[in-house]
């Protein structure tokens, strides 16, 4: 197995550290001013990022995780459904970003786009879809006056079957790369850091194709996210965190070893067992010094269903294991 360390990293991108807000950054050398240069979001040296996601921006629930864990995560995930009347998904957020980024304005936020467009659009027609290259545009030009780095994720796990672009390789791929290339053409690749995010067919099993059949190529990506989830009314609920993720962790490893590694999902099922995962769950993170960040879900999936929002008992878990400096949070 490969150990990439930022030094690595930086030397093979050909690019350089820089700061802002206090985040690491990458970046572009080149001229112009520091806001006009790239500013990708580096992974840390030794350690791990950690961050937290529940299902609505809602203040009071992230001011209660806090004063139950006790210590601010680094990363926080952007909600797929804001849940606000006036959410219109083809519009650049600038106002929930600050929402989001107001609990906390060291956290860098993970932001999701393409799920309505697909619905409005078809995703078999979308990579030669005008309107839809006119919506990214739109994205893309909103960025660029945001201003702020951030990561990116668009088509998550798109390697299984349960999205509209799950298992369509070709198309996900032009898709995909279209996308970046219009962020590219109207400068919003300064700030978005790109995370390409798959099921592990560990978890997944023959509802998942080989992630690397959807895999764009190495300029389209900065980041690669694995998902895994142990659910108890399917077989994974036996299976742990470990077992869910070992194999697909070690062939990201293998076949992209110059690209940090994120754990953008995992979660287990609410139970008497949710503590005991979690906690061997970091363990095993702490064990694999290029999983560079790792992500708790506290949500509801409606639609299978399963509940694996955190219990107070795996929130208190959490307030220890946090304490470790290994896992870095925001100061």
Known sequence: MIHV?????????????????????????GSGTAQEKAQKILPP????YWGYFRGRPQKKAYEDWMA???????FSIFPLDPGTPDWRPKEF?????????????????VYRVLDADIKE?????????????????????AIT???????????????????????????AKKVWQTMWDIFEDNGANQYATWIWEVYTPE???????????????????DWIGISAYSRDQFDTGQMSFKGLTERTYSEMRRTH??????????????????????????????????????????????????????SDETCKTLKEIFKDPYFIGAK
């Open 203 to 221: 978890a997944g099993g023959p509802n998942t194709d080989d992630p690397d059949r959807y895999y764009p190529g190495d300029k389209y990506v």
């Open 145 to 171: 006056e945001y201003h702020k780095p951030f990561f990116l994720c668009t088509m998550h796990e798109l390697n299984g079957y349960w999205f509209p672009w799950g298992k369509h390789a070709g198309t």
């Open 45 to 48: 040296e030794t350690g791990c």
């Open 93 to 109: 957020r600038k106002d929930l970003l600050e929402y989001i980024a107001s609990f906390n304005p060291a956290t860098p936020i």
């Open 121 to 141: 659009h078809g995703f078999s027609n979308l990579a030669t879809s005008k309107e839809f290259r006119q919506d990214i545009t739109t994205y893309a030009k």
């Open 5 to 29: 360390t930022r030094r690595d990293f930086l030397k093979k991108t050909g690019q350089a550290v820089g700061a802002l807000a206090g985040l690491e950054l990458l970046a572009a050398l």
């Open 257 to 310: 070893p110059d690209k940090p590694i994120m754990q953008a999902e995992f979660g287990k099922t609410k139970g008497p067992g949710q503590a005991r995962w979690f906690k061997d769950a970091f363990q095993t993170i702490k064990n694999w010094p290029e999983m560079k960040a790792a992500i708790a879900w506290d949500s509801v999936n409606v639609e299978l269903p399963d509940d694996h929002t955190l």
């Open 68 to 74: 139950t864990v006790g210590v601010q995560p680094k």
